[in-house]
T-cell receptor, first 112, second 117 residues
Framework: SQQGEEDPQALSIQEGENATMNCSYKTSINNLQWYRQNSGRGLVHLILIRSNEREKHSGRLRVTLDTSKKSSSLLITASRAADTASYFCATDAAGANSKLTFGKGITLSVRP | GAVVSQHPSRVICKSGTSVKIECRSLDFQATTMFWYRQFPKKSLMLMATSNEGSKATYEQGVEKDKFLINHASLTLSTLTVTSAHPEDSSFYIC?????????????FGPGTRLTVT
């Protein structure tokens, strides 16, 4: 089963607007992480939220986790053109082997 | 801190040849390194997990004789694609987990674009 599916798959917004991206997963998790990937580059870790946490902040980023709905959201406030990238959620499934399972990613375009 | 490099960043090779990709943790020691493959506009798929000094653990469907992984030191892991075919063309990304951190705290390399002609 697909673990970690983000929506929308693509999002285009104007600079200054907020961007909200969602991730759903199917099995219980220990933690969930969000990563950013610029085109043709590696992944940059943004934030980790543990299964017993509901919300975390880091700068302009706000992540929520709802384990009852098996979903997470990433909010980027006051977006900038430099935020243009693909965003992935990755889950560490409870009871599974030590591996991260990535979602398909969301392509965010921030228009200047 | 926590920088991971990959070399080469891009490589073009002919069908049937082998190509080696290096993954280095530059400022930390990594007990565990991971190799991922990413198709265009797709997610990352874990290929294998390598622990320093031991054999790599391959994910289901990944041919261990085709994708040779060596993790000879705490700062270097290599992936060798043997007898490459055009379908092996992809973006390969490694990650490394510092030895004093949990395995899920992974730092990613910039990736290697492999094109097999």
């Amino acid at each position: 089963s697909q673990q970690g599916e983000e929506d929308p798959q693509a999002l285009s917004i104007q600079e200054g607007e907020n961007a909200t991206m969602n991730c759903s997963y199917k099995t219980s998790i220990n933690n969930l992480q969000w990563y950013r990937q610029n085109s043709g580059r590696g992944l940059v870790h943004l934030i980790l939220i543990r299964s017993n946490e509901r919300e975390k902040h880091s700068g302009r980023l706000r992540v929520t986790l709802d384990t009852s709905k098996k979903s997470s959201s990433l909010l980027i406030t006051a977006s900038r053109a430099a935020d243009t990238a693909s965003y992935f959620c990755a889950t560490d499934a409870a009871g599974a082997n030590s591996k991260l399972t990535f979602g398909k990613g969301i392509t965010l375009s921030v228009r200047p | 801190g926590a920088v991971v490099s990959q070399h080469p960043s891009r490589v073009i090779c002919k069908s049937g040849t082998s190509v080696k990709i290096e993954c280095r943790s530059l400022d930390f020691q990594a007990t565990t390194m991971f190799w991922y493959r990413q198709f265009p506009k797709k997610s990352l798929m874990l290929m294998a997990t390598s622990n320093e000094g031991s054999k790599a653990t391959y994910e289901q469907g990944v041919e261990k004789d085709k994708f040779l992984i060596n993790h000879a030191s705490l700062t270097l892991s290599t992936l060798t694609v043997t007898s490459a075919h055009p379908e092996d063309s992809s973006f390969y990304i490694c990650s490394a987990s510092p030895r004093d951190r949990a395995w899920y705290e992974q730092y990613f390399g910039p990736g290697t674009r492999l094109t097999v002609t």
